[in-house]
Antibody
Framework: QVQLQESGPGLVKPSETLSLTCTVS????????WSWIRQPPGKGLEWIGY???????NYNPSLKSRVTISVDTSKNQFSLKLSSVTAADTAVYYC??????????WGQGTLVTVSS | EIVLTQSPATLSLSPGERATLSCRAS??????LAWYQQIPGQAPRLLIH???NRATGIPARFSGSGSGTDFTLTISSLEPEDFAVYYC????????FGQGTKLEIK
């Protein structure tokens, strides 16, 4: 059974870069689409972007200028970097494994707060 | 951007009743529509993919229908564990989610 686990700082200062890693176990990262999705407290879901196992990426146009997602197949991990964060980027961040059209498996999520 | 509009925002029903949740897309998404259940404090769980296919391990009381712009998630007989928030999601050139329907106990 595939499992995903997010890790990274829970507190980031405004204007700095948010960095998270998702570690995949129980399956190889060398297939599927690997996404980051976030959910501000009490609000809905927003897709941030994905990396395909080959390394190709696709980002939400509203975040594209600030997002980088990369994959490390040797470690079975993929990562998110979101630059120039503000309080509006405070959210629970989920990593997820998906097919082309949906998200089959999700990590438990990690809360990232942007505050000085 | 394709906008998904879910209705109602809140649905109040009792265990054993039938629930019908709606998702409307601002333009056609063919059958690339998925449904998720989210219990507070947990990650979303995939229920339905490609509009009408149950994901692995999802009980048969959950069913999905529709194509193009209008989609429905039906729960035939509500169990206590079904009271949660439900989201629809589409894939065009990128992914968007509906704003959610909260299914609460009446």
């Amino acid at each position: 059974q595939v499992q995903l686990q997010e890790s990274g700082p829970g507190l980031v200062k405004p204007s700095e870069t948010l960095s998270l890693t998702c570690t995949v176990s129980g399956d190889s990262i060398s297939s599927y689409y690997w996404s980051w999705i976030r959910q501000p407290p009490g609000k809905g879901l927003e897709w941030i972007g994905y990396v395909y196992y080959s390394g190709s990426t696709n980002y939400n146009p509203s975040l594209k200028s600030r997002v980088t997602i990369s994959v490390d197949t040797s470690k079975n991990q993929f990562s998110l970097k979101l630059s120039s964060v503000t309080a509006a980027d405070t959210a629970v961040y989920y990593c997820a494994r998906g097919r082309w059209a949906d998200f089959q498996h999700w990590g438990q999520g990690t809360l990232v707060t942007v505050s000085s | 951007e394709i906008v998904l509009t879910q209705s109602p925002a809140t649905l109040s029903l009792s265990p054993g009743e039938r629930a019908t949740l709606s998702c409307r897309a601002s333009q056609s998404v063919s059958n690339y529509l998925a449904w998720y259940q989210q219990i507070p404090g947990q990650a979303p769980r995939l229920l339905i993919h490609d509009a009408s296919n149950r994901a692995t391990g999802i009980p048969a009381r959950f069913s999905g229908s529709g194509s193009g712009t209008d989609f429905t998630l039906t729960i035939s007989s509500l169990e206590p564990e079904d009271f949660a928030v439900y989201y629809c999601q589409q894939r065009s050139n990128w992914y968007t989610f509906g704003q959610g329907t909260k299914l609460e106990i009446k």
